[in-house]
C-alpha cells in the first residue's frame, strides 16, 4: 500500500524583477517570479515590452513562472498584456472587486488567478468579499498587510499572527502569505499547519539592502521555505 500523499511543497514567490537578468538569476531558485505591470508610480513597474522580455527571461531558467501583478481592474487590459507575454499566473494586488476577477476569468479561463487580501490593524479589509472570489473564479487568496493609510504591495509590514489566527479559518480558498517575511521566519511556522497553505511571497527579505533581488538571498530563502537543496 502507497503512503498517503503530504501536503504540497511550499511555493517560494519572489517579486519585483526588473531586467532580464535579474528574472533570470533568481528564477532558478524561486518558484515563481513576480513582474509588476500597472502598478501606477511603482518602483518596479514594467512596460508591455519589459514585461514580455522579462517572462521569457523567467522561463528560459527552466523552473519557475512569471507572475503578472497588478493594481489594475481592467479586465481586458490585464488579459491582453498576459497573453502577449505568455503569461498563466496573474496576481491583482490592489483593491479590485469580485466583478474584475469575474471578467478577467472569462478573459482568461486557464489562467491562475491570484487575489491579494489586506489585514489592516488587525482586520481584513475584504472580509466581506471573501467568498465572492472565491465564487467569481479566484484560484488562490494572498494574504498581506496594508499600511494605515491603505498603502499596499512590498511595504514590509506583517500581518500579526493573532490577525492571520483569526482570519484563516474564513479563507474559501488556498492562499499564499507575504508581509515582511524572512527565512528565519520558515522553522515552525503555526500557519503551515493550516491545509490552504500553498506557501510565500517575499520581496524585501529577498533584496541586499534593497537593491536587486539577490541570487543569494533567494537560495537562502528557497531553502529555508521549501528545502530545496542547491540543484
Known amino acids: 500500500m502507497s503512503e498517503p500523499a503530504g501536503p504540497p511543497r511550499p511555493l517560494l514567490k519572489v517579486?519585483?524583477?526588473?531586467t532580464p537578468g535579474e528574472a533570470a538569476a533568481v528564477a532558478g531558485r524561486s518558484d515563481l517570479v513576480g513582474l509588476w505591470y500597472g502598478v501606477e508610480n511603482g518602483a518596479r513597474d514594467l512596460t508591455g515590452a519589459q514585461l514580455t522580455a522579462l517572462a521569457g527571461s523567467v522561463r528560459s531558467a527552466?523552473?519557475?513562472?512569471p507572475v503578472l501583478v497588478t493594481f489594475l481592474?481592467?479586465?481586458g487590459r490585464i488579459a491582453a498584456a498576459a497573453r502577449a507575454a505568455r503569461i498563466r499566473w496573474i496576481q491583482l494586488h490592489a483593491y479590485q472587486p469580485p466583478t474584475a476577477v469575474a471578467a478577467l476569468r472569462a478573459a482568461l479561463p486557464g489562467a491562475v488567478l491570484v487575489k491579494a487580501v489586506h489585514v489592516r490593524d488587525g482586520a481584513c479589509l475584504e472580509r466581506p468579499f471573501l467568498r465572492a472570489y472565491a465564487r467569481a473564479g479566484a484560484d488562490l487568496l494572498l494574504v498581506d498587510a496594508a499600511t494605515r493609510d491603505g498603502a499596499v504591495g512590498s511595504t514590509g509590514l506583517?500581518?500579526?499572527a493573532e490577525a492571520l489566527a483569526e482570519l484563516l479559518p474564513a479563507l474559501p480558498l488556498p492562499f499564499l502569505l507575504a508581509g515582511g517575511l524572512t527565512e528565519a521566519d520558515a522553522p515552525g511556522h503555526a500557519f503551515a499547519?493550516?491545509?490552504g497553505f500553498r506557501g510565500v511571497d517575499i520581496d524585501n527579505a529577498a533584496r541586499d539592502g534593497g537593491g536587486p533581488l539577490d541570487p543569494a538571498r533567494v537560495a537562502a530563502l528557497d531553502?529555508?521555505?521549501t528545502g530545496a537543496s542547491a540543484l
Open 73 to 75: 481592474h481592467d479586465a
Open 193 to 195: 499547519a493550516h491545509p
Open 62 to 65: 527552466g523552473r519557475a513562472e
Open 223 to 225: 531553502r529555508a521555505w
Open 15 to 18: 517579486c519585483g524583477a526588473t
Open 158 to 160: 506583517r500581518v500579526p
